[in-house]
T-cell receptor, first 109, second 110 residues
Framework: GQSLEQPSEVTAVEGAIVQINCTYQ??????LSWYQQHDGGAPTFLSY????GLEETGRFSSFLSRSDSYGYLLLQELQMKDSASYFC??????????FGKGTHLIIQP | DTEVTQTPKHLVMGMTNKKSLKCEQH?????MYWYKQKAKKPPELMFV???????INESVPSRFSPECPNSSLLNLHLHALQPEDSALYLC?????????FGQGTRLTVV
């Protein structure tokens, strides 16, 4: 089976930096993805890591350590619009995604 | 066009009704998915279609019946649902590592 662990809730201040961690146990690992979902909205893709290291996309960065079965999403220069749920997910190729339980990010002014 | 379009956006149905959810994408993606999401929970995979063939059925009850008429369309036929089936039903398609999700159909079974 596949399981992913991430914190249920994180609170941060506008303009700050926040890191959301994810550990996983899975077979047939292809890569770790991150998705953002606002209340009432659809999940939207943020990043994907197949290899160890850091991927940077604007204010968002994602890191993966395959040997530690660990990854994180780093959000910089936080804005109020970043308040959302963030899911890490693993995929087995085209076999669909298995999501973590999600981290609810609360941004305070 | 990078959209996955789902209809209807909201659906209320009785336990004896038959209804269908529709999903459409024109990005040429050959893998399409149905997910179910309950409130405050992550999306859960239901079905996977790869090149218009059902490749994965995650032990979903037979009251949910998927159909892929062509490479752009995905349907989910619903029959004799239970109140606990009330949820957001999300369609997605992938090409490579990124999944594109539709806005979902919010289903309420009464």
């Amino acid at each position: 089976g596949q399981s992913l662990e991430q914190p249920s809730e994180v609170t941060a201040v506008e303009g700050a930096i926040v890191q959301i961690n994810c550990t996983y146990q899975t077979s047939g690992f292809y890569g770790l993805s991150w998705y953002q979902q606002h209340d009432g909205g659809a999940p939207t893709f943020l990043s994907y890591n197949a290899l160890d290291g850091l991927e940077e996309t604007g204010r968002f960065s994602s890191f993966l350590s395959r040997s530690d079965s660990y990854g994180y999403l780093l959000l910089q220069e936080l804005q109020m619009k970043d308040s959302a749920s963030y899911f890490c997910a693993v995929s087995g190729g085209a076999d669909g995604l298995t999501f973590g339980k999600g981290t609810h990010l609360i941004i305070q002014p | 066009d990078t959209e996955v379009t789902q209809t209807p956006k909201h659906l209320v149905m009785g336990m004896t009704n038959k209804k269908s959810l529709k999903c459409e994408q024109h990005m040429g993606h050959r893998a399409m998915y149905w997910y179910k999401q309950k409130a405050k929970k992550p999306p859960e995979l239901m079905f996977v279609y790869s090149y218009e063939k059902l490749s994965i059925n995650e032990s979903v009850p037979s009251r949910f019946s998927p159909e892929c008429p062509n490479s752009s369309l995905l349907n989910l036929h619903l029959h004799a649902l239970q109140p606990e089936d009330s949820a957001l039903y999300l369609c997605a398609s992938t090409q490579g590592t990124e999944a594109f999700f539709g806005q979902g159909t919010r289903l309420t079974v009464v």
